[in-house]
């Protein structure tokens, strides 16, 4: 690992030494060596106070909701401090925040939901970048008339084409379902300008989060989205999806339920037991994102971290989540700095996506590349077998893979960093990159 702090030119400072010990996952090896963990767009690996509060879940409290004892209380106030946990995540209310088994199923009950407001010739927008869970649901309405279209790629950098988009709006659109970020090429779409154009248009604007949510900080409130969904278990989380909703939509729409589910916000768009102890550790990994704030140095020359100070900002849970991604975006930048210099000089490798290092804000650590003569599979094989775990195929964003030809070529593959990963693993992977090439 290159040095313990990692401190970056804006001195935001991350304590790499500290967040590694807290994923025990980390410490695995393959053939005698430390596995890279580069698979984190398909799911992260969890802190240890995560697993704790599943287990301490499981030991002391495990119940059903709604009973007349304390275990079952215990349930109702771990749930509802699950719910103020991502509301501070998301910058809304607890009572906005609804928990499900994942993005995919929460996206499929509210595109349902939202279909029984629509009228045959009423169109839903949706983008060529995005994955499935954001594309598929919206396109079952097409059943009743609805019509989808698709906002196409500038596919030089897999950035959206903003004037399509702004082509395709206009008074008919009742829905813009679009990605924060590409799960497949890493690009961050300006997602607050597409918000503006929908609600110009007089239509809700729903934001698939789930490849955003470990890179960047999420303001629901200042992007002023009408729905965004994310899945805990791509930052640092447990298996389940969560979809913040403005309350006026969860009041209004109509979910299809059971007669037993009352008509309260937002219960009504939980149906059956959920999970809880993966609530519970959706606290804990919440929490840990806040640690890893408070451990953060802010701005100020001559500041120390606070861990190094022995005490913490005092900030509230919001305000240190907000300086954690802080210094999780500083080192990521670098990683993607470091990746994209080392990509380049690859003979016979393509990457897809943003590969300028000047325009690295734009786009997350995420890596979709070709390498000449080898399919994804055989790459992501040989990379698995050195101890580097990284993904081949269309990882569910297959209208990108198939506007850029590669669907039936074995997609991309996939090579993707967060926060814990180091620059040692940034060479490691190149050099077996380059070493395949
Ligand atoms: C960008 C994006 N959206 C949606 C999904 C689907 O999420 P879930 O597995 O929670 O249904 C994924 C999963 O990989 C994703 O990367």
Redesign the pocket.
Known sequence: MAGIIVETSERAILDLSWIRSQFPALAREINGRPVAFLDG???TQVPQRMIDAIAGYLRANNANTGGAYSTSRDTDAMIAGGRRAMADLLGCDPDEVVFG???????FAMSRAIGRELKAGDEILLTHL?????ISPWRTLEENGVRVRFVDIREHDCTLDLEDLARKINNRTKVVAV?????AVGTIHDVEEIIRLAHDAGAMAYI?????APHGHIDVRKLNCDFL???T??FFGP???VLYGRREHLTRLEPYKVRANTNAVPQRWEWGTLNHEAIAGITGAIDYLAELGTRSVRDEPGSAPAARRNDTTGASRREAIQLAYRAIRLHERELSRQMLRGLAEIPGLRLYGISDAARVESRCPTFAVRIARHTPLELATKLGEQGIFTWDGN???INLTERLGVENDGGFLRIGFVHYNTEDEVDRVLEALEAAA
């Open positions: 767009p398909g799911g088994p994942n993005m995919t199923s929460l996206t995005d994955h499935d869970a954001n990605g924060y970020a590409s799960n698939d989060a789930v490849h955003y969904v994310c899945s278990y791509k298996h389940m999806g990882y569910y964003a």
